[in-house]
């Protein structure tokens, strides 16, 4: 029996051998009790990138998985037409945005049912050979936005296993005051990451997941490198820093630990000191926290479609093997095996 199988809904622990989830009365996928669920749940502010996110980071996912002969796979129908109607087939075949994820009180919340793909057999943390299953939350920035939503409509917050937390610089206010004149001004829907992070501290109470902080559309920044001579070219065009570069399929926590200091760093240089307090302070000593910097896309959109360049990702499956590495999921088997 596995004590690593959770409710993909609530993303509460399951007790060995269940088949229904005591939460929902929902029946689990066949065999999910000995399978290994990792929980992850997508957060930030409308248009900071959270479903382009989603839609790029599992065909990144199928790619890298592919390099250790495993395959994705959504693990039900709903799974599978879901990904495909609202993620796939907008971004990858019609190349056009995605319309905003509609709020969960909707009657076409797509989002209510979690996206569920294995990740193929992985050695688990007992030692057994097991099925991880990634079962990732996408959530309306709408309802994250807003204040008043039920802490029980977003209740599972509290019970990732990692929440991704995406924010476009460029709405969080002193960023975009210092980028002043430098990035042509957006006119962009989304409101300010700032008010979404106080809105999740009241829903996860207590409880402190791991948080990923992301800086989303990171492309946009990156294009500060172009710049003349100046603070920015220096800072964004230095091909040394992490930041600068893409580490293809290889996940190093050296690399990591680099990123994550350069982007405090750089966060500091830029002055958003409201968003940092407010990370510490409910993070600090209480929860894990780490930064990323992403791009979905690679290149700003240009009106209604993507850049006729496709679509290049940048660093996207960093936030999620963040968690996956200590499970042992794409990565090369260890002699002493797995400790979490
Ligand atoms: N430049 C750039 N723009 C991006 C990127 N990802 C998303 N965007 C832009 O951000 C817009 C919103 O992206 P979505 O993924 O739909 O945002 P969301 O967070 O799901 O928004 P809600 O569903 O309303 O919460 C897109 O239509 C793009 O214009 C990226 O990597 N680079
Ligand atoms: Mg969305």
Redesign the pocket.
């Known amino acids: 029996m596995s004590q690593f199988a959770r409710c993909p809904h609530t993303f509460r622990p399951l007790d060995p051998g269940a088949t229904v989830s005591p939460y929902t009365g929902l029946e689990l996928p066949a065999d999910w009790s000995e399978s290994v669920t990792h929980c992850i749940a997508m957060a930030?502010a409308?248009?900071?990138?959270?479903?382009?996110?989603t839609a790029v980071v599992i065909k990144q996912l199928e790619l890298l998985a592919a390099r250790f002969h495993r395959l994705i796979r959504p693990l039900d129908e709903s799974t599978r037409e879901r990904y495909t109607t609202h993620y796939e087939t907008p971004l990858y075949l019609e190349m056009r945005?995605?319309a905003?994820?509609p709020t969960s009180t909707s009657t076409d919340a797509y989002q209510r049912d979690p996206l569920i793909f294995t990740l193929g057999t992985w050695r688990a943390p007992d030692g057994v050979d097991r099925v991880h299953n990634l079962v990732l939350r996408?959530?309306?920035?709408?309802d994250l936005e807003n204040t008043e939503t039920p802490v029980e409509e977003l209740e599972f917050f509290r019970h990732a296993h990692l929440i991704v937390f995406?924010f476009d610089p460029l709405k969080v206010p002193q960023i975009s005051s210092y980028l002043h004149g430098l990035i042509p001004p957006q006119a962009?829907?989304g409101g300010n990451p700032e008010d979404v992070l106080e809105n999740l501290r009241r829903i996860l109470g207590d409880a402190r997941p791991a948080l990923a902080v992301t800086i989303?559309?990171f492309?946009?920044l990156q294009k500060l490198a172009a710049l003349p001579d100046g603070e920015w070219q220096a800072i964004m065009g230095n091909e040394g820093s992490s930041f600068r570069r893409d580490t293809g399929w290889d996940f190093d926590r050296h690399d990591q630990l680099m990123l994550d200091m350069e982007i405090d760093a750089l966060l500091r240089y830029v002055k958003a000191d409201t968003l940092l307090n407010q990370l510490e302070e409910a993070y600090g000593s209480r929860g894990e926290r780490h930064y990323f910097a992403v791009?979905?896309?690679?290149?700003?959109?240009t009106g209604e479609h993507l850049s006729r360049q496709g679509i290049a990702p940048f660093r996207t499956t960093d936030p999620l093997r963040w968690h996956l590495q200590r499970y042992g999921v794409f990565e090369e088997p260890q002699p002493g095996g797995v400790s979490l």
């Open positions: 930030g409308r248009a900071s990138g959270k479903s382009l996110y945005h995605m905003p994820t996408d959530v309306a920035g709408e995406l962009s829907l989303s559309k492309d946009t791009s979905a896309l690679g290149e700003s959109p």
